[in-house]
């Protein structure tokens, strides 16, 4: 799993934490590994079996108090035990001082002791959601991620396949783009994929013949979008006339993107097909499936009732009605 270092998170302005740096300034190269903070209640108490070092360890009013109620030498002896474990880093909330003890041991055993002014409860809100989005595992995909109707649609293939041109097309009836030619795809928990562009080709795409297009320029900003969550995969490739393509839609098929599996289309590309009339349909159909509407299936069983029934027919034309 990737890592954080703790002047990165002490460097960020943007996520709105807040963070200054009281002690332990040697152990800024620390690594956060886990996007889940802990707050250390039992581990000041002399329990340290269930502390997890390699998270942040976000000390309140109520961790605080409860240091300073205990003999001196008490708190001082579960401080310098729990130093002892390599932490990350201890954060304190609300612009509490920290007791004298914490900031010595901090020092000594080289852990970053930072504080913000934040409540508790809106910190670790404030600092999961930074952690989750740069800790979480992700990956960059060749291809061009699609808002259609909000279904996110991942499109694939080999490159001048045709995947910029339809999503120009989508473009144009009204749907809007996400990225072009390299997707971020990071993992949300607890199982959701979320795609975005890079910082270099954000709004732009490329069209053979015409260069680099800046789509947020010639369609407005209605025609963009930040991120979006990916639910369908087409994979658009070369038409093959020996190839057996689903003629039904009666077995779903996944694409496997960070151990997420999503539904995946292989659509057959040749001249005459209307492509992206066929991407539109294929992110309606998504949106039914999500309903709990399956044509496919829904086809099947009306043909297997009506096949039943002819069976049934014939047989009492050539038996009778009278045989039980």
Partial sequence: ????????????????????????????????????????????????????????????????????????????????????????????????????????????????????????????????????????????????????????????????????????DLILRGHRLVADDVVKVRLKLPAVLFGEGSDLLHYHMEIRGLGILNIKHLFGVAAIRERKKIDLAIELSEWDPTADYDRLGLEDQTYDILGIGIPHLRIPVRPGRNITSIVEVAARNQILKEMGYHSAIEFQDRLEKRMAEMAHLHSREIIGDNLE
């Fill in 1 to 168: 799993m990737p890592g954080l270092r703790i002047q990165e998170l002490l460097d960020e302005k943007e996520a709105g934490l807040d963070l200054e740096l009281l002690a332990g300034g040697s152990g800024l190269h620390n690594l956060i590994r886990a996007p889940r903070i802990q707050k250390p209640g039992l581990a000041l108490a002399g329990y340290t079996t269930s502390l997890h070092a390699d998270r942040v360890q976000v000390l309140g009013s109520t961790e605080l108090t409860y240091l300073q109620q205990l003999p001196v030498a008490t708190a001082a002896e579960n401080v310098r035990t729990l130093c002892t474990s390599p932490i990350c880093c201890f954060i304190i909330t609300k612009g509490l001082t920290p007791p004298a003890v914490l900031v010595t041991e901090v020092e000594n055993n080289g852990i970053p002791l930072l504080r913000t002014h934040h409540q508790s409860s809106t910190f670790i809100t404030l600092i999961t959601r930074f952690l989750e989005e740069r800790l979480l595992p992700s990956k960059t995909i060749h291809g061009v991620l699609v808002d259609v109707l909000g279904v996110g649609v991942l499109l694939l293939g080999k490159s001048g396949i045709g995947k910029s041109e339809c999503a120009l």
